[in-house]
């Protein structure tokens, strides 16, 4: 509607600032110790990626994070099912988990450094219960919202239990559920970073830490942005999976906002 | 006490002393309805007098409290909304609960048969009101249903595309003749499309009027008769001094 080239202002307000950054480093009003120059950073990463040590930790973290949020999801989707399927399971499951969930899963930090000590599986631990419990939450909350006019529909055709969680329990279900994973890599994400600041031995949080040591803030810069990058790349991927399983769906076809 | 089994003597479904209570509310008491093989029954009554909950139990999705109830054992429904599943495309919808490899094929016909040939593969949040319904429709035909039951399955569309439903049903109906009924608030439908009419009030079947073939013009005297006599049973008695006789 309007003149004002908004979109293009949007993309071109975020590469001032860096320009601004830069220059404010190059001339000498930001510090090196401060905040070195985005070229930099750039170079630092070159550097670090030829001698082989970034890849490395990056993979270590990437690893660490995917056991994690597989773990995770596996048990929270599959306790999710369960109990939005069976009575039973609701029973002995659901209020428990519904009472545990008032901890934030940070708070569990040094419980689980006594447990497991600054090993990798404290870390994977923490990793997959900040994963596991909105996947558990949102996938029962998705079945328990099925529209019972829907699942009268599946019997009066006389589909079977199986098929009508096939046919109507599990897609319906799946909005909620993707909205489960966003927030699920949300927290692995935050997980990764707080578990990486205990004791590790590898791992893109270790670059951090060691540079702390060395007050080598460009490699610090560079872990951070990494960070950065790894969460917007988590946000694309649900972002993705949204798009591609929801199709059907009004607010996710494409051409709408 | 829902025994799918055939009636004897003709009668498709068979209905004695049926009673279902809701806590202390007593909906149905000692309800009587036989509708033959091939039989269309329209039920009017007030809102909230049991007509869903009578079609309910004739559908097998509610259990009576007395009485028997004799269906057929292949029955289907139409509800007032479409209750198509979003996720599943056009074709899907109709085919649900079917089995075998031709299941897509016997989709397509039917949905050919209430026009929407062109429709097979589209989601179902691209159709219309009446667009959805007729694929509500394709799914229970399918089927070839012995039964079939249709609870206000016109209420929610604008005039036009009920006169074109009514014209559907009409045909659609004429081939398979399955016993039918159908709960309607709409004096004229009901009188349109049943062979009789039946009206509910305090939990039981009040009065019925079958339809003879000179009332199914709009404008004849015979409809209009009927027309006032039905209004009358539902206690609308000024609308039948509307009702202009030519
Ligand atoms: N499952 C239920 N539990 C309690 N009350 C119900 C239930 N189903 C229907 N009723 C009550 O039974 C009465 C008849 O409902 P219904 O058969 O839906 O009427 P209608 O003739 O409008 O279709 C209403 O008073 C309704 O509130
Ligand atoms: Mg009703």
Redesign the interface.
């Known amino acids: 509607m309007s003149r004002f080239p908004h979109r293009t202002v949007s993309w071109l307000a975020p590469l001032a600032l860096l320009a601004l950054w830069e220059g404010a480093a190059r001339g000498g009003l930001l510090s090196d110790q401060v905040l070195p120059a985005p070229s930099t950073v750039v170079a630092t990463a070159a550097d670090l990626t030829a001698d082989g040590e970034l890849p490395r930790h990056l993979l270590a973290s990437l690893r660490r994070a995917a056991t994690g949020f597989a773990l995770g999801a596996a048990a929270g989707l599959g306790l999710g099912v369960l109990v939005g399927l069976s009575r039973i399971a609701e029973s002995l499951i659901d209020r428990s988990v519904q009472m545990v969930r008032a901890v934030p899963f940070l708070a569990v930090l040094p419980l689980v450094i006594v447990w497991f000590g600054v090993g990798e599986g404290g870390k994977v631990f923490l990793i997959a219960l900040g994963t596991g419990f909105p996947l558990y939450l949102n996938t029962v909350l998705g079945i328990r919202q099925i529209d019972p006019k829907l699942l009268e529909m599946s019997r009066v055709v006389g589909q079977g239990r199986l098929e009508r969680v096939r046919w109507v329990i599990l897609p319906g279900a799946l909005p909620s559920i993707l909205g489960g994973l966003r927030l699920a890599l949300t927290h692995a994400w935050l997980a990764l970073v707080i578990a990486e600041t205990i004791g590790a031995t590898e791992g893109i949080g270790f670059m951090a830490t060691n540079a702390r040591e060395f007050l080598q803030v460009d490699v610090i810069v560079l872990v951070v942005l990494l960070y950065a990058l790894i969460g917007i790349t988590c946000d694309l991927l649900a972002r993705f999976l949204e798009r591609r399983l929801l199709s059907w769906h009004a607010s996710y076809a494409p051409g709408s906002p | 006490m829902t025994a799918p089994a055939a009636a004897p003597g003709g009668a498709e479904v068979q209905i004695r002393g049926l009673t279902r209570v809701f806590g202390d509310r007593t909906v149905l008491t000692g309800l009587d309805l036989d509708i033959r093989r091939g039989e269309f029954v329209a039920l009017i009554g007030h809102s909230g007098c049991g007509k869903t909950t009578l079609l309910r139990l004739l ?1 097998g ?1 509610d259990r009576p409290d007395g009485g028997t109830v004799r269906v057929p054992p292949a ?3 139409v ?1 007032q ?1 479409h ?1 198509l ?4 495309r056009v074709w899907r919808n109709v085919a ?2 079917l089995r075998g490899k031709d299941a897509r094929a016997a989709a397509v016909r039917a949905l050919a048969e209430v026009g929407l040939a062109d429709h097979v593969d589209s ?3 691209t159709l219309s009101g009446g667009e959805a319904q007729r694929v509500a429709l394709a ?1 229970a035909l399918v ?1 070839e249903p012995q039964l079939l039951l249709l609870d206000e399955p016109f209420a929610a569309l604008d005039a036009l595309t009920r006169i074109k439903m009514h014209a559907l049903v009409r045909r659609l109906i004429a081939r398979q003749r399955p016993a039918v009924l159908l709960v309607t608030h709409d004096v004229d439908e009901a009188i349109l499309l049943a062979d009789r009419v039946v009206a509910m009030r305090g939990g039981r079947l009040a009065a019925e009027h079958p339809v003879p073939a000179e009332a199914t013009r709009r404008g004849s005297p015979e409809f209009a008769r009927l027309r006032a006599a039905l209004l009358a049973e539902l206690g609308v008695e000024e609308a039948a001094d509307d009702v202009t006789v030519p």
């Open positions: 559908a999705l029955r289907m429904v509800f909304e209750r599943l979003p996720w599943r649900i609960g989601w179902p949040r799914r089927r």
